[in-house]
């Protein structure tokens, strides 16, 4: 029983490693681009609920960008109760702040606001329309380089995947991690791939062509998903667009999360949306947790109590394996070597927060972010 399982844990490793798509390389970057003959004028749209701590350094770095096109941006005050409104305007540059309007139903928070940035942008001749997610900061030549990279390889959609906020105890023992599960759901390379059906984006840095949006029915085409970065990268892959998605080295996250709760809570308000609702996605992706991360240490450490020898050098061999997995992932946010070891208590973690979500939806208990919320349980 033992050395069947700790062979099929080697096995997954290796598949992992070798066959899927070579997501834990974390290489997918921006490389440089020639500069376009003609810059194409660009407005971006910023959804701000409640955002008053970031919001002024996002639209100062937005404000800030050196591009030699034409550069519009709109900020959309969705309902704050904290001056991030206010903030926004004192903020000197081709910047106007739209209030938002009342959600309708069938809305996501998000979405609406991006639409209501895009219904107010509809006089303007803008070639892309650039979503930035209020608590991130963008350094002045980001702007230029997506546009420059997204024009050379006539990209329909460009996304960055920001540097997140890694400086607190569970911040250091999750957020990697977080970047490795995403990876490992979305392979860069496989969303990078016009073959590959695979689409995926991060919702915090997306330039998309305007015709790309209008092909794809508007952001009303998504209205109601919760994650709807990846819905919108998926709605413009599957109408024929070109799509790109890689880590950002020059977009960063403000956001900090402190305390363990910070995060579960960011988790677990989405986890079980991810898995469609679904008991039987949920009880899949528990036991895949369980025998990918989990098995692995607990047959190494229990060696000397079983003493399979195949079970426990499978899996070391497959502990092993992971740690190399998530190395570069950890690297890239400056973390040690020893640290991929602890992946398994990682994902363990996130295990938890996916089962707690499911909970909550069950009794009926509605996921909330900045005071909206967003799932309602059973109808």
Same mark, same amino acid.
């Given at each position: 029983?033992?050395?069947?399982?700790?062979?099929?844990?080697?096995?997954?490793?290796?598949? %992992?490693?070798?066959?899927?798509?070579?997501?834990?390389?974390?290489?997918?970057?921006?490389?440089?681009?020639?500069?376009?003959?003609?810059?194409?004028? *660009?407005?971006?749209?910023?959804?701000?609920?409640?955002?008053?701590?970031?919001?002024?350094? #996002?639209?100062?770095?937005?404000?800030?960008?050196?591009?030699?096109?034409?550069?519009?941006?709109?900020?959309?005050?969705?309902?704050?109760?904290?001056?991030?409104?206010?903030?926004?305007?004192?903020?000197?540059?081709?910047?106007?702040?739209?209030?938002?309007?009342? %959600?309708?139903?069938?809305?996501?928070?998000?979405?609406?606001?991006?639409?209501?940035? %895009? =219904?107010?942008?509809?006089?303007?001749?803008?070639?892309?329309?650039?979503?930035?997610?209020?608590?991130?900061?963008?350094?002045?030549? *980001?702007?230029?380089?997506?546009?420059?990279?997204?024009?050379?390889? =006539?990209?329909?959609?460009?996304?960055?995947?920001?540097?997140?906020?890694?400086?607190?105890?569970?911040?250091?023992?999750?957020?990697?991690?977080?970047?490795?599960?995403?990876?490992?759901?979305?392979?860069?390379?496989?969303?990078?791939?016009?073959?590959?059906?695979?689409?995926?984006?991060?919702?915090?840095?997306?330039? /998309?062509?305007?015709?790309?949006?209008?092909?794809?029915?508007?952001?009303?085409?998504?209205?109601?998903?919760?994650?709807?970065? #990846?819905?919108?990268?998926?709605? *413009?892959?599957?109408?024929?667009?070109?799509?790109?998605?890689?880590?950002?080295?020059?977009?960063?996250?403000?956001?900090?999360?402190?305390? %363990?709760?910070?995060?579960? +809570?960011?988790?677990?308000? &989405?986890?079980?949306?991810?898995? =469609? $609702?679904?008991?039987?996605?949920?009880? @899949? &992706?528990?036991?895949?947790?369980?025998?990918?991360?989990?098995?692995?240490?607990?047959?190494?450490?229990? !060696?000397?109590?079983?003493?399979?020898?195949?079970? @426990?050098?499978?899996?070391?061999?497959?502990?092993?394996?992971?740690?190399?997995?998530?190395?570069?992932?950890?690297?890239?946010?400056?973390?040690?070597?020893?640290?991929? /070891?602890?992946?398994?208590?990682?994902?363990?973690? $996130?295990?938890?927060?996916?089962?707690?979500?499911?909970?909550?939806?069950?009794?009926?208990?509605?996921?909330? !972010?900045?005071?909206?919320?967003? +799932?309602? @349980?059973?109808?």
């Amino acid at each position: 029983m033992l050395a069947p399982l700790g062979l099929l844990t080697l096995a997954i490793w290796a598949w %992992l490693l070798l066959f899927h798509h070579r997501f834990w390389r974390a290489d997918q970057r921006l490389t440089k681009s020639p500069l376009p003959d003609r810059w194409p004028s *660009v407005v971006a749209i910023v959804p701000a609920r409640n955002e008053a701590p970031s919001i002024g350094a #996002c639209v100062e770095a937005l404000a800030r960008q050196d591009y030699r096109g034409a550069l519009s941006i709109i900020v959309v005050d969705d309902s704050s109760t904290d001056g991030t409104g206010d903030i926004a305007r004192a903020v000197s540059g081709n910047i106007e702040v739209v209030q938002g309007e009342k %959600l309708p139903e069938g809305w996501s928070g998000k979405l609406w606001a991006l639409d209501t940035g %895009l =219904r107010r942008a509809a006089p303007l001749p803008a070639d892309y329309v650039w979503f930035s997610d209020a608590d991130i900061v963008h350094e002045p030549r *980001v702007l230029a380089d997506l546009v420059a990279f997204a024009e050379t390889r =006539r990209l329909d959609l460009v996304s960055l995947m920001a540097r997140l906020h890694c400086v607190h105890f569970w911040e250091r023992l999750l957020v990697p991690a977080f970047v490795f599960f995403f990876q490992m759901l979305y392979p860069f390379s496989a969303v990078n791939d016009p073959r590959s059906k695979i689409a995926g984006a991060a919702g915090g840095c997306v330039l /998309l062509r305007r015709d790309a949006l209008s092909r794809i029915g508007g952001i009303g085409a998504i209205r109601g998903d919760l994650i709807d970065d #990846c819905s919108l990268a998926a709605a *413009v892959k599957r109408t024929g667009g070109l799509i790109w998605l890689g880590l950002a080295d020059g977009t960063s996250s403000l956001r900090v999360s402190p305390a %363990l709760s910070d995060l579960w +809570q960011m988790v677990s308000r &989405t986890a079980f949306t991810q898995l =469609r $609702y679904s008991g039987a996605l949920l009880a @899949g &992706t528990l036991a895949g947790l369980g025998l990918t991360f989990l098995a692995p240490p607990l047959l190494a450490l229990s !060696w000397p109590i079983h003493q399979n020898m195949i079970a @426990g050098s499978a899996g070391v061999l497959a502990w092993i394996g992971m740690a190399t997995a998530y190395r570069p992932t950890l690297r890239d946010y400056d973390r040690t070597a020893p640290e991929a /070891l602890l992946l398994p208590v990682t994902a363990a973690l $996130y295990g938890a927060m996916t089962l707690d979500s499911a909970i909550n939806y069950w009794r009926g208990t509605a996921s909330s !972010w900045k005071g909206r919320q967003y +799932q309602k @349980g059973h109808t």
